[in-house]
Structure formats: structure tokens, C-alpha cells
């Protein structure tokens, strides 16, 4: 029933005259065989008005709930999202441009993203910075394919990383015929010892995340020596609003960064569209997947800005291009460049202060509570581990019944653990009414 | 303009989070930076207008015709924004306890079966994030099929000259070797190069059909059938699917696996180069390999081939029935428990729960974290059901028609590079009119930018020379087509009896041509902050 | 278009210019330069790298192209031009001044044409 085409029916059939056919089956028999052309109607509903669909969608997102409260993260993170966010990305040009390959009408676009790769090298200390890639987990998987040369292909991870990320990166490497394999980890971090067994001359990059999975910090000084010992590349996976506080990769010395660029003005959204963001040092701009924005000038000596290093990329070095990456997550680079910019370092660092400074406090109450304890000793920033007699699920659905999303109930070894988040979201009341209901399920 | 690097003062900023309300955790200096990022310190009135006047030197759908080949630039309906902007998806935390996540299991759910519909497929994941990424995940697929017959001597993937850069590097990036295979006279598969081609080292053939030149290959089936009997598998790549939607089927074609861009055929924004959507589907012998979980009706009453769940089912069934019989020993005494559970949590449900099923041991794993961009997914659901089954087919017949209708006003001047009619875009050749007069289809694309209409695809794809590919989409009306065909017509005027002014176009951007090598040869990739 | 007299031409458009029996250097040619436009990057191979005679060992960009560029010669590279890797325009503006790797230890060479006949073919393609 709706429909988006302005042409009337003696519109229609006045064109179909015109390129010398009588009808729409006439058009399309002329062209497809009879044999493939559908003899019936799709198995689909019938059409609706924007009135009916309306009231159809609201009913499908009524069946989700959103909490009131979030201690949540584990890859998707609850933060504060200004309002000139909404505002920017709603813009009807922005949003509905295609790839900025047409640089004269498209300046609007380039430079957005020329000043999005700004904001990341800011961010990370790296040298550049890609227009974006489809969010951190694939991020991590391209960053191992910069890194893998013909007589390095072995890809070391850390078993502190997502879950989710070690899963992308395995499935991106076994698709290449390249090794992974999982760096122990012991009292929540990497284990470094196991470090001198297995990097070898064969070792392309070992991938750590800072903070981990497990939200401490590594000890990424040790990561790097060994990494870069034999010869490796060191890639960091970074959460970009510690990066406001934290000491950059580039002063770590890793070779590329990589994150999940959600928690700069993203909603939770179920997963996505989220963002991922990559940076990395001068020697290896030129296998950076992707678009890459660059500035120039035009024929007249004015500053502009283009789609640059182009040679790299898919439409023109085909099977020998390192990624097949063509549309990226333009718009969500874009929000996080709005975000970033309302923000500013004193807001960035705040939401980052804010973030650590809750944690802090709702860890030191959760664990003084009699029963409870944080499982692992290291210094962490937003995210960490408790245990406790009591079943997760028990907890946990007690919190559901007042309006709170607990931590995430991890699995395998830690199953009984839960992982919990604090950002500048949660208020002290909220976290001292969680430490209360946690007291409660705890003396039942 | 400005960068908003430049427009930044020290000091400035917004108001934005109150104070923190428990105390200070000071992080050990050597675990901090050392200096802040230098982001822009600005009020909220300068970055407002710093985006503004961004916009306004960008031009996208709704700001004018967009006939760029292969890209399907059709207008994106404001409904769709709205509800995908709904807090009840876009508050949903990814990893929340399913009931409370009923409506993004719905979402994702009824897509998957549309899209399925659709495209003739049997199984449908929707976490590829765009195109080239259901490409990787559909040739990964591939290769998960050939290794579990232990098939392992297939290595290699036929891609005709034609196609998109994309297949090639997707091919390759899942670890196979590029056949690639000319096109004939009529810009179609060379059936004779491609028997040729195949062995029993092929794993597979990309295809898009219609194809780039914007034709519908008659010789599909013919074309699939081969590449079957050599035991390999079809691969549909979906950039051209607007073409055919509720016409003819992928899946009827004789392809195995297909991926679909949301962002072209099923209306969703590009936003500047993404965020898109790449749902791939396949056929059900496949279906083990897909990435991900799949989303099943929990405990619903059709055989799930979980044994341990059927016997609990049965006994679910007599309970409500009745016929229960007394339980004998403690392991039915369990049985009947769990059953009684079971039967409360079906009664209490509005409708059938869903769930995410166990991953296949066969999983070829994720392609990235979570189940895709699914608010992409939210806009072009709404998208579908607006559509639905008369509207769908509706679609592609108005995207062929106006190809068709911009073509015949065109083609007396633009020689059309292959075909009488074309499906819902062609390609054109500029060749001869550059040997006469030095005016290239770059020149012709820069004209149009004077005229306010956005070029279409240029030097693509590269079996035509000087080519241009024009794609109108359905959503253009005939006076938009006939003012394209009059300007076009015009600058061929031009390129006759005035070539400088094309070589100097566009005058009337914000910006003229760009260095472009200057820009590669000494990448700036960042602003040079002033020391 | 220029063509030295000195130097031998492979029909994919490199020079190689022998120093001695067994130590050649290995540009691109006038021709060549010319057709690819502007190169904005050389990728080079690292010295003591193997170099086979009529297999790839670098690749040239333009902005909307890149190329393969094919050894005359089979040997091992002493030592690469890393002048161009900051300034690749210098293949452009002097081709055969810019030679891209120095092969030593050469073992073999592709099938060359002289200059007189590497100009004749250039002309039957035109």
C-alpha cells in the first residue's frame, strides 16, 4: 500500500510508451527469461500506511524494556549523549549523502571526517587515523591483517580481551589461513610468561586490550617490550573515553590502536550501529584499511579535503588489497566528532573521572558487604569482577524487579562472577540502593 | 571554513554533567597521560553552527537527483528515522536478559524471514555491517562448506571482470584465489571462458545479476549450472537487487549464498558512507555455518531436535491435556517439574518467546561483536512492511522504468556501453566524444556539479571506457528525469562548442578540482596543530 | 619519449642497466611513467631480498591505479633507491635516473629488447 514513487499511473504508462512497451511485464519479460520470473506474488504482508506501520513498530519496540538504571557494560556502554548529538546527525544532508567521492559538492563530509581522524589521533597519540571501520571487534580483526607479512602470519591475543573481539579476530584469521593463540590469563590479566614461549620469529602481533575485558589495566610497558623483542607488532584495544585520562598508546610505543568508538555518543541500541576506530603509527599509514581523508588544496590554492591514499584500497588494487572494506560507519564517526567536540578535554576527562570514581565506590561497597568480594586484586577503571555465594541469576533478577540492569554474569571460569559498570550515569543513589538490594539478597 | 580546531578557545565549553557526587578516584600518574587531548574547546552555539555550515557544503538525497550507478540512491523515508529513534530500541542494552529484549528479537526476526522471502533464501543472519562485510562472511561460508567435506583442494573464486573491487578483495580476504573471467561483446558472463575456468579447484562464483553494466545475464541458469556441477558454489552479490525485487529470485537462479546492502535496496540513509547493513542469506545446507546464534521461538512446539527438550515438551502437552500420568521415579518426578515451568512460561507469554538457539559447532564464528547495525535493520524492517508485497515489486518496476526512460532521452548522444533496454541502470561511453573533443566523463561528471545534480558513478566498471553509470531509482519523478536528460544533453552541447568550460568545471562549488596527487604523494592526515 | 641506447627494455616497460656481468640497476622506462601519470607512492622490496627475472618486485601508485613492476633479473638486491620513497615524483621527472633497486649477484635475466626495438613495439602499440 505505501509506497515512495511521485509518478502517477498515466505517468507511468506514458513512459513505458515513451522506451516503446505497453506494460511493466512486458518490460521485464523483455529482459529476464520466463523460466526465472516469479509466477506469483512474494509471501510477504500486504503494504501499509505510514499511520498503520507507525503503531505496528511502536507495539514491536513496547515489548523491549529499557532500564532505568544500567550497571552494564562488557562491550556497550550506558553514557551521558549530549543533545546537540541528535541534533547534528539528524541533519537531512549529512545523513543522507552517499561516500564523499565527489570532493567539490562534498567538503562538508571530508572535513568532518578529516577532523574525526584528528580527534582519534588526539585521542591515542597515534599518527593517523582511518575514516572508520564497522565497530571495535572487526576493528581488532583488520588491525591483525595490517600486521601479518609473508613469513609472520601467527596472531597472539590476549585471553583478557571481549570475547566477542577474540571471536571476530579468529574468524577474520581462519579465513586467512592465519594462527591465533590465546595468551593466558592469571588474576584477571595477561600472563606474560607465557609471552617468551610463544612469540617467535613467526609472530605477527600480539592484541591486548587496556583496560581488559575484566575492566583492569594491563601491564602494557611489559607488552610492548616483548612484543617488539621478537619482532612483533603490538596492537591495543582501547576504550576511548579512559583515553581521556589515560597514557596514550603512543606513549606506550604499541604500533596500532584500535576500539569500540560507541561509548562517544552512541545509544546502547542492541548492539549496533556502533563504531570502530583505528589509528596507527607513520611506517604503516599505508596498510590502514579503509577511507582515509586527507587535506590538499584545489585550483586555486584553497585548503580542501579528498579521499586519499587510494591506491590501497579495494576498487582499485582488488584481490592484492589487504581489507574489502568500502562503506564504513561514516555517521558514527561523525557522532562521536560531535560528541568529542561537546565534550571537549575537560568534559572527556570528566565523564572518564566520573566513570572510574563511581566503580571505585561501588566496589569498595559491594565487596564490603559480608559474602561479597572483588575476585581480582588489579588496578581497573569502570568495569570489575565480584563473587559471591549467591547465584547471579538470583541477583541479578532481584535487581530486574527495580528497574535495574545488574552486571554481566560471566561464564567458563569465572562462571559465578559478575561484571559490573559504572559510568557518570549511575548517581551515588543509585549505587547505594544497589549495594542495598545486593545486602538484601545477601541475608535472605 | 574553519576546522573546529581553529574555532576553539581555551576555556570554552558546555554544561554538561553535574559534579561528581562520590569521591575523586585518583588514578597513579604513571598509569595517566601526560597531556590532554587536544580536542576543540568550544559553546555550544559555535559547534552548532560548525556543523551547519558543514551540512551546507554537503549534498546528499534530499537535497537534489543522485543517479550514482550501483549505489541506489533512493530517498530514505522519515518514518523509518523516527522509529528507529524510539528509546524502546535504541535504549536496549546488547547483552540484557532476552525478556526484556522481545521487540529486538521480533525486529530482527521478521527481517530475517522477509529478506529470506525476498531473496529465495532459506537461513538469513543479519550481522554484517555492509556490503563488502556480507561478501567476507558469504565467502567465508563457502569455504566452511567446502572444509567440512574436506573439499579442501577448492581455493579458488571466479569473478568476472565486471564486478566490484569489493568480490575480489572479499574472496581474497577469506583466503581464496581470484579466476577472474572476461566479459563477452554483450557485456555478459562468457559461458565458454567460464567453462573453461572451472575445475575441480573451484569453490565458487561471485555474480551480481543484473550486472554492473546493468543487464540481466539470460544465461544465468546455464552460468550457476556449471559452477554446480564443478562443485562449487554461486555467490549472489545483492548490489543490483532493486533491480528485481518480487520479479525474479536469487534464489531460483541456482545461488547458494547472497548478500543484500539495506542500505541500497531497502531504503536506509547512506550517512556519508555508512553506517549500511549486509544481511546475507543462504540456502539450508549452509545454514550451520552461519555466524552468530539464530533466533528461534523458545520452547515452541515444532520438534527441535533437542531430545532432552522434546520429552519435557511431551510431558508439557499432557499436563495441559490432563493425561498426565503420576510420575514413577525421581527422574520423571523432574521431568513433570520442568514441564509445569515450561507450561507456565508458554501460558504467560503473550506470544511465542524468542531466543537466541545455541552457535552451530559449524559456525564459521562472528564477523564482528553483537548481531549487526540494528537500528539499519530497524529502519528498513519498517521500510518493508510499509512496502509489503504489492509495494516491493513495485519498486523495482519504477527503478527499471525510469533506468529505461533516462536512457532513451539520452543514448542518441551517450552511447550506451552494451544493450537495447537495461534494467534499473546503465553505463554509458564517453570514449568517442573524448577523442573528439578532449572532454572526458570526469569533465561531464564536474559539469553536472554546476548544475546542481550529483554525478553519476564515473570509470566503473573498468571493462568500459569512460564510462558513466546512471542508476535514477524508483523514488525520481518524470520531470526529474526529463531536467537530468536535458542537462546531460546540454553538456554534450558544450563539450562540442565550449570544451574550456568543462575543463574548468565546477565554478560553482565552495571548492574547485582538488590536488589530488599532492594529497597522496604527502599525506596531511590530521591537522597540524600550531606549536 | 626517450629511450637510451645503453640500457636493455622488458616488454612490461622496465630498463635494466648492467654495471657488470653480474650487477645491473632496474627502473621504470619513459614509456611507462608517462602512461601511469603521476605516481604518488613506490612500494619497494627491502635489500638482500630475492629478485627473480620476470616476477614482480615493487609496485608504482597513481592516484587511481596501481602497477606491478617486473624484474629483468634474477639476483639479490644491494641496495634499494629510498629517495623515491619520499619523493616518488622523481620517476616521473627523471625515469631513468630513478632506478628503483641495484641487483647484484645477477644468475639470469628475462627475455630484453634493445632500445631500437623496445621504441618499434612501443610505436606498433600506439
Redesign the interface.
Known amino acids: 500500500m505505501g509506497n515512495y514513487i511521485p509518478s502517477t499511473a498515466g505517468e507511468r504508462q506514458a513512459m513505458l510508451e515513451a522506451i516503446g512497451f505497453d506494460s511493466m511485464e512486458a518490460l521485464f519479460k523483455a529482459q529476464i527469461p520466463e523460466k526465472i520470473l516469479l509466477d506469483q506474488p512474494l509471501d510477504l504482508p500486504s503494504g501499509l500506511s505510514e499511520k498503520e506501520v507507525r503503531s505496528v513498530m511502536e507495539a514491536i519496540a513496547a515489548k523491549n524494556h529499557a532500564f532505568r538504571t544500567i550497571f552494564r557494560g562488557a562491550g556497550a556502554y550506558h553514557h551521558y549523549i549530549p543533545s546537540m548529538v541528535k541534533s547534528v546527525v539528524s541533519n537531512e544532508t549529512l545523513l543522507t549523502a552517499y561516500t564523499p567521492y565527489q570532493a567539490e559538492i562534498s567538503q562538508g563530509i571530508l572535513q568532518s571526517i578529516f577532523e574525526y581522524q584528528t580527534m582519534i589521533c588526539e585521542l591515542t597519540g597515534m599518527d593517523a587515523a582511518n575514516a572508520s571501520v564497522y565497530d571495535g571487534a572487526s576493528a581488532a580483526a583488520e588491525a591483525t591483517a595490517m600486521c601479518r607479512e609473508r613469513k609472520r602470519t601467527k596472531v597472539l591475543v590476549s585471553a583478557a580481551v571481549n570475547p566477542q573481539v577474540i571471536r571476530t579476530i579468529r574468524t577474520y584469521c581462519w579465513g586467512a589461513g592465519a594462527a591465533v593463540v590465546l595468551l593466558p590469563a592469571k588474576d584477571g590479566v595477561t600472563d606474560w610468561q607465557a609471552m617468551e614461549q610463544l612469540a617467535d620469529g613467526e609472530t605477527a602481533c600480539l592484541y591486548v586490550q587496556h583496560p581488559n575485558f575484566y575492566g583492569l589495566l594491563e601491564d602494557v610497558e611489559t607488552a610492548v617490550r616483548l612484543t617488539h623483542q621478537a619482532g612483533a607488532k603490538l596492537i591495543m584495544g582501547v576504550n576511548p573515553i579512559a583515553q581521556a585520562i589515560l597514557k596514550t598508546p603512543a606513549a606506550y610505543d604499541a604500533d596500532i590502536v584500535v576500539g569500540e568508538g560507541q561509548p562517544l555518543g552512541m545509544p546502547l541500541s542492541f548492539g549496533g550501529p556502533y563504531l570502530g576506530f583505528m589509528a596507527c603509527k607513520q611506517d604503516m599509514v599505508r596498510k590502514l584499511p579503509g577511507r582515509i581523508v586527507g587535506e590538499t588544496t584545489d585550483r586555486e590554492g584553497k585548503r580542501a579535503f579528498v579521499l586519499t591514499l587510494q591506491a590501497r584500497e579495494q576498487h582499485i588494487r582488488r584481490e592484492k588489497a589487504s581489507s574489502s572494506l568500502c562503506s564504513n560507519q561514516a555517521l558514527c564517526a561523525l557522532t562521536a566528532s560531535v560528541y568529542m567536540s561537546a565534550m571537549g578535554p575537560q568534559g572527556m576527562a570528566e565523564a572518564a573521572r566520573q566513570s572510574m570514581s563511581k566503580a571505585h565506590y561501588a566496589a569498595a561497597q559491594i565487596s564490603a558487604i559480608p559474602g561479597y568480594e572483588l575476585k581480582f586484586s588489579g588496578e581497573f577503571f569502570h568495569e570489575f569482577v565480584t563473587k559471591s555465594p549467591i547465584p547471579p541469576e538470583e541477583i541479578l533478577e532481584r535487581l530486574e524487579c527495580e528497574d535495574m540492569l545488574g552486571g554481566y554474569p560471566l561464564q567458563g571460569d569465572l562462571e559465578g562472577c559478575i561484571l559490573w559498570c559504572c559510568t557518570e550515569m549511575n548517581t551515588k543513589s543509585e549505587i547505594d540502593q544497589l549495594v542495598n538490594v545486593l545486602k538484601e539478597v545477601a541475608e535472605q | 571554513?574553519k576546522?573546529?580546531?581553529e574555532a576553539s578557545r581555551q576555556g570554552?565549553?558546555?554544561s554538561?554533567?553535574p559534579a561528581?557526587?562520590?569521591?575523586?578516584?585518583a588514578?597513579?600518574a604513571?598509569?595517566?597521560?601526560?597531556n590532554?587531548?587536544?580536542?576543540?574547546?568550544?559553546a555550544?552555539i559555535d559547534?552548532?553552527r560548525?556543523?551547519?555550515?558543514?551540512?551546507?557544503?554537503?549534498?546528499?538525497?534530499?537535497?537534489g537527483f543522485?543517479p550514482?550507478g550501483s549505489?541506489t540512491?533512493?530517498?530514505?523515508?522519515k518514518?523509518n528515522?523516527?522509529?528507529a529513534?524510539?528509546?524502546?530500541?535504541?535504549?536496549?542494552?546488547?547483552?540484557?536478559?532476552l525478556a526484556?529484549?522481545?521487540?529486538?528479537l521480533?525486529?530482527l526476526k521478521l527481517a530475517e524471514g522477509?529478506l529470506c522471502?525476498?531473496t529465495g533464501m532459506d537461513a538469513m543472519t543479519l550481522q554484517p555491517?555492509?556490503?563488502?562485510?556480507g561478501?567476507?562472511t558469504g565467502?567465508?561460508l563457502i569455504?566452511a562448506f567446502h572444509q567440512s567435506r574436506k573439499d579442501t583442494k577448492r581455493t579458488k573464486i571466479i569473478v568476472p571482470d565486471s564486478a566490484?573491487?569489493?568480490n575480489?578483495?572479499?574472496?581474497?580476504?577469506?583466503?581464496f584465489?581470484?579466476v577472474s573471467i572476461p566479459s563477452t561483446e554483450e557485456g555478459m558472463v562468457d559461458v565458454a571462458k567460464l567453462r573453461e575456468a572451472v575445475g575441480d579447484d573451484t569453490a565458487g562464483l561471485m555474480l551480481t545479476n543484473p550486472n554492473t553494466v546493468g543487464?540481466?545475464d539470460?544465461n544465468?541458469?546455464e552460468i550457476t549450472e556449471i559452477i554446480h556441477k564443478a562443485g562449487g558454489l554461486n555467490y549472489y552479490d545483492g548490489a543490483n537487487l532493486n533491480a528485481?525485487?518480487?520479479?525474479?529470485?536469487p534464489g531460483?537462479?541456482g545461488f547458494d549464498v547472497v548478500h543484500i546492502n539495506l542500505?541500497k535496496t531497502f531504503?536506509t540513509?547512506?550517512?556519508?558512507?555508512?553506517?549500511?547493513s549486509g544481511p546475507v542469506g543462504c540456502k539450508a545446507p549452509l545454514a550451520v555455518f552461519m555466524?552468530g546464534a539464530p533466533i528461534r521461538e523458545a520452547a515452541c512446539w515444532a520438534d527441535t531436535g533437542d531430545q532432552e527438550l522434546e520429552i519435557i515438551k511431551r510431558a508439557a502437552a499432557e499436563q495441559a491435556e490432563g493425561t498426565a500420568p503420576p510420575p514413577k521415579n525421581d527422574e520423571e518426578k523432574e521431568i513433570q517439574k520442568a514441564a509445569k515451568e515450561l507450561l507456565a512460561r508458554l501460558q504467560q507469554a503473550a506470544g511465542p518467546e524468542l531466543e537466541f538457539g545455541p552457535v552451530s559447532p559449524l559456525s564459521?564464528?562472528?564477523?564482528?561483536?553483537?548481531?549487526?547495525?540494528?537500528?539499519?535493520v530497524?529502519k528498513a524492517?519498517?521500510y518493508?512492511?510499509?512496502?509489503?508485497?504489492?509495494?516491493?515489486?513495485?519498486?523495482s518496476?519504477?527503478a527499471?522504468?525510469?533506468a529505461?526512460?533516462l536512457?532513451?532521452k539520452v543514448k542518441d548522444l551517450y552511447p550506451v556501453a552494451y544493450g537495447k533496454?537495461c534494467?534499473h541502470e546503465f553505463v554509458v561511453t564517453l570514449e568517442a566524444l573524448k577523442k573528439e573533443t578532449g572532454i572526458s566523463a570526469m569533465d561531464i561528471?564536474?559539469g553536472l556539479?554546476d548544475f546542481g545534480i550529483?554525478?553519476p558513478t564515473m570509470?566503473?566498471p573498468l571493462i568500459v571506457h569512460e564510462a558513466l553509470m546512471l542508476e535514477p531509482t524508483?523514488?525520481?519523478?518524470?520531470e526529474t528525469l526529463d531536467e537530468a536528460a536535458e542537462m546531460l544533453r546540454k553538456l554534450h552541447e558544450i563539450a562540442k562548442t565550449d570544451p574550456d568550460i568543462l575543463h574548468a568545471a565546477?565554478v560553482t562549488?565552495?571548492?574547485?578540482?582538488?590536488?589530488?596527487?599532492?594529497?597522496?604523494?604527502h599525506?596531511?592526515?590530521?591537522?597540524a596543530f600550531p606549536e | 619519449m626517450n629511450y637510451p641506447k645503453e640500457l636493455f627494455y622488458m616488454k612490461s616497460h622496465e630498463w635494466v642497466k648492467f654495471l657488470d656481468d653480474a650487477t645491473a640497476l632496474v627502473g621504470i622506462s619513459d614509456h611507462a611513467q608517462d602512461a601511469l601519470g603521476d605516481l604518488v607512492f613506490v612500494n619497494l622490496p627491502q635489500a638482500e631480498d630475492a629478485v627473480t627475472a620476470g616476477e614482480s618486485f615493487a609496485d608504482v601508485e597513481s592516484v587511481k591505479a596501481v602497477s606491478d613492476v617486473y624484474s629483468p633479473v634474477t639476483g639479490t638486491i644491494a641496495e634499494i633507491n629510498e629517495a623515491l620513497l619520499d619523493s616518488p615524483e622523481l620517476l616521473n621527472q627523471d625515469p631513468y635516473g630513478a632506478w628503483m633497486i641495484k641487483v647484484v649477484n645477477v644468475t639470469d635475466h628475462a627475455d630484453l629488447l634493445s632500445a631500437e626495438d623496445y621504441e618499434k613495439m612501443i610505436a606498433e602499440e600506439a
Open positions: 571554513m576546522l573546529i580546531f570554552r565549553g558546555c554538561l554533567l561528581c557526587d562520590v569521591p575523586v578516584y588514578l597513579d604513571a598509569a595517566g597521560r601526560k590532554p587531548p587536544r580536542l576543540p574547546e568550544v555550544e559547534l552548532i560548525h556543523y551547519s555550515a558543514l551540512a551546507k557544503r554537503a549534498y546528499g538525497v534530499n537535497d543522485y550514482l549505489c540512491m533512493k530517498y530514505n523515508p518514518i528515522e523516527e522509529i529513534s524510539l528509546p524502546g530500541f535504541t535504549r536496549i542494552h546488547p547483552l540484557q536478559p526484556m529484549s522481545q521487540g529486538c521480533e525486529v522477509y522471502e525476498i555491517a555492509a556490503g563488502a562485510h561478501e567476507l565467502m567465508l569455504k566490484h573491487g569489493t575480489p578483495a572479499s574472496a581474497a580476504m577469506a583466503g584465489d581470484v543487464l540481466f539470460k544465468i541458469l528485481i525485487m518480487g520479479k525474479a529470485r531460483d537462479m542500505h531504503a540513509p547512506h550517512g556519508g558512507g555508512g553506517p549500511g555466524p564459521i564464528g562472528s564477523v564482528r561483536a553483537f548481531y549487526g547495525n540494528f537500528l539499519v530497524v524492517l519498517t518493508i512492511l510499509t512496502l509489503g508485497k504489492e509495494g516491493i515489486p513495485e519498486a518496476e519504477n527499471v522504468l525510469n529505461n526512460y536512457m532513451s533496454h534494467m561528471a564536474k556539479l550529483h554525478p570509470y566503473f524508483e523514488t525520481e519523478s518524470r565546477p562549488t565552495t571548492v574547485q578540482r582538488l590536488d589530488e596527487v599532492g594529497a597522496a604523494r599525506p596531511k592526515l590530521h591537522y
